[in-house]
C-alpha cells in the first residue's frame, strides 16, 4: 500500500485479556517505531527497529509489552495481560531509515480496555 | 520531565491572518525537529522539518524558525485557513528524523476561526 497501514483500528479488550496489534510499513521502509498515545498527551515512543533488528526497546512500560518484525517488514506489538492503563492510542511510523528524513505515521489502534 | 514542550494546548486565529505554535525543548542533542499535524482518528502527518545546521525553513504557507540559544522553535502558518484546524505536535530527535525515535510535545490544537 501507499502508506502505513495499522489493524485493527478499534480493540475492545477486557483486563487481563492478551491483544497483538499490527503495523504494515510503507514498502522498503528500514526503520520501524511504535508509539503510545494516551488521551491528551503526544505520541510516547515505545520502541524501534530497523530491518528486524529490535535496536532500542526503552519506551516499553513494562514486560507485559513485546513487539517483533521478524521478516523486517510486518511488525506486531504484543500486549498481555491487559490494564486499565494500557487503554491509548497505539501509533506505529516507518522510515527510510537515513538521517533527517521524516516518520511516516498509520492511523493508530485504539485500545480500551474494559 | 518533558524535553518537548507546548505550553499553549489550544490557539484561535482568525482565518487570513497568521498563526504562531511554538515549542521549546531542554535537550541540548536534539539536532532533527519536526513539525506534525493531525486530525482526529487519523495519524499525524508530516508537515515540516529543520536541522540544528539552519535557523529557518519555508515551505509554502509553513515556516519553522529554530533559536539554538534559546532553544526554542516555532510554527508560523500564513495565511491561516480553516483546513489547518487540527492538533500540532512539535517533535524532536538526537540523531536524525529516521533514524531513531522522536520526543514530542503534547500538542497544540489549532482552531481557525472564519
Known amino acids: 500500500g501507499a502508506g502505513v497501514s495499522q489493524s485493527p483500528r478499534y480493540k475492545v479488550a477486557k483486563r487481563g485479556q492478551d491483544v497483538a496489534l499490527r503495523c504494515d510499513p510503507i514498502s522498503g521502509h528500514v526503520s520501524l517505531f511504535w508509539y503510545q498515545q494516551a488521551l491528551g498527551q503526544g505520541p510516547e515512543f515505545l520502541t524501534y527497529f530497523q530491518n528486524e533488528a529490535q535496536l532500542d526497546k526503552s519506551g516499553l512500560p513494562s514486560d507485559r509489552f513485546f513487539a517483533e518484525r521478524p521478516e523486517g517488514s510486518v511488525s506486531t506489538l504484543k500486549i498481555q495481560r491487559t490494564q486499565q492503563e494500557d487503554s491509548a492510542v497505539y501509533l506505529c511510523a516507518s522510515s527510510q531509515g537515513q538521517p533527517n528524513t521524516e516518520a511516516f505515521f498509520g492511523q493508530g489502534t485504539r485500545l480500551t480496555v474494559v | ?114
Open chain 2, 1 to 114: 520531565d518533558q524535553q518537548v514542550k507546548q505550553n499553549s494546548p489550544s490557539l484561535s486565529v482568525q482565518e487570513g491572518r497568521i498563526s504562531i505554535l511554538n515549542c521549546d525543548y531542554t535537550n541540548s542533542m536534539f539536532d532533527y525537529f519536526l513539525w506534525y499535524k493531525k486530525y482526529p482518528a487519523e495519524g499525524p502527518t508530516f508537515l515540516i522539518s529543520i536541522s540544528s545546521i539552519k535557523d529557518k525553513n519555508e515551505d509554502g504557507r509553513f515556516t519553522v524558525f529554530l533559536n539554538k540559544s534559546a532553544k526554542h522553535l516555532s510554527l508560523h502558518i500564513v495565511p491561516s485557513q480553516p483546513g489547518d484546524s487540527a492538533v500540532y505536535f512539535c517533535a524532536a530527535s538526537d540523531q536524525g528524523g529516521g533514524a531513531d525515535g522522536l520526543t514530542f510535545g503534547k500538542g497544540t490544537h489549532l482552531i481557525i476561526q472564519p
